[in-house]
């Protein structure tokens, strides 16, 4: 939907407040305070990254090495599948973290399992995919947009937020199936102000894309409403997936973890939605619709259409190498 921005000057130095607080606040909850667990009992601690926390330099964390660690999204869309999840996977750790860094840290070896952006599977074939718990939407999804200064058509730059992996490709597909637009790409930081960037347009994901952007925004495109008005189908954002060296009594272990943390989340929204409503400063009735009109958590047979589809047309546009297998 695209829609005419404010005078652009109006509220330019609230908005950059608000979202400076905004960023502040995430960036104060994911990038700094991580979860570590010892026998039963949780604490939270200060630490580094996921590479500093392998207690067993050189070896990955599939190794057998005592505790694995498990990556989890530390955004809101997230929360009804974390539910409790931290004591159903104990003896292992959860860490919390952005998708593409989760992404990364599977990669690495630094995870053994995560919740990563389902383009992931595309690119890492050899993945596991650990029970029918994801991510996904079936039309709008609210905290996955993009926002434009020109109509879309016109698009020629376009600033994709660095927690995103999946988004990034789903706005390049749209932009070339709708209008053929092929934009030069540039990063936008996570700790980025969406104004600060010169580019025609900028893709935001997580829970700073929940806040509406006024000012030189004339246009806005909520990608799962775009995606289901193109396809007819849901779009999957971030499935469980594990290493290819996780042994299958472990893979076992955690997919009968991911979907009782599903189940109890799930019976839990209307309390997730009070818990997370307070620490965003947004509306408890905001974030339970979030949670339960826009997003589902169940990876059923449409949903497996919806990703192939996302995969065939990744192909189609070369947005992918040329021999990933779908």
Not at 239 to 260: G, I, L, M
């Amino acid at each position: 939907m695209c829609t005419r921005g404010g005078k652009p000057g109006e509220r330019c130095a609230s908005l950059r407040l608000a979202w400076s607080a905004v960023i502040a606040r995430s960036n104060r909850y994911t990038a700094l305070i991580r979860l570590r667990y010892c026998g039963n009992r949780a604490r939270f601690c200060r630490c580094g990254s996921m590479e500093r926390r392998n207690r067993h330099p050189g070896k990955s964390a599939c190794e057998g090495i005592g505790a694995m660690r498990i990556g989890a999204v530390s955004y809101l869309n997230s929360k009804p599948l974390i539910e409790d999840l931290a004591d159903l996977l104990v003896p292992d750790e959860m860490v919390l973290d952005y998708p593409s860094r989760l992404a990364d840290g599977l990669g690495s070896g630094a995870l053994a399992a995560a919740l990563v952006p389902s383009v992931v599977c595309l690119t890492h074939p050899e993945y596991q995919v650990l029970s029918d718990a994801c991510v996904a939407a079936r039309g709008p999804v609210m905290s996955v947009k993009m926002y434009s200064r020109v109509p879309p058509q016109q698009i020629r730059s376009l600033a994709l937020d660095e927690g995103s992996r999946t988004s990034s490709l789903l706005v390049q597909i749209l932009l070339a199936m709708r209008y053929e637009v092929r934009p030069v790409l540039q990063p936008l930081p996570l700790e980025g102000l969406p104004h600060d960037s010169s580019c025609d347009a900028v893709l935001l994901i997580g829970d700073r894309a929940m806040r509406p952007l006024d000012g030189a925004f004339a246009c806005v495109w909520d990608l799962g409403e775009e995606w289901y008005r193109e396809t007819g189908l849901p779009f999957v954002f971030a499935v469980w997936a594990a290493s290819p060296d996780v042994s299958q009594a472990a893979a076992a272990r955690w997919t009968s973890a991911f979907e009782e943390a599903r189940r109890r989340g799930e019976a839990r929204v209307a309390a997730i939605a009070r818990r997370e409503a307070a620490r965003m400063g947004l509306s408890e009735s905001l974030v339970r619709r979030y949670l339960t009109e826009f997003l589902h958590f169940r990876l059923g047979d449409r949903e497996r259409a919806g990703l192939e589809e996302f995969f065939r047309l990744a192909r189609e546009f070369s947005l992918v190498p040329g021999q990933v297998p779908l």
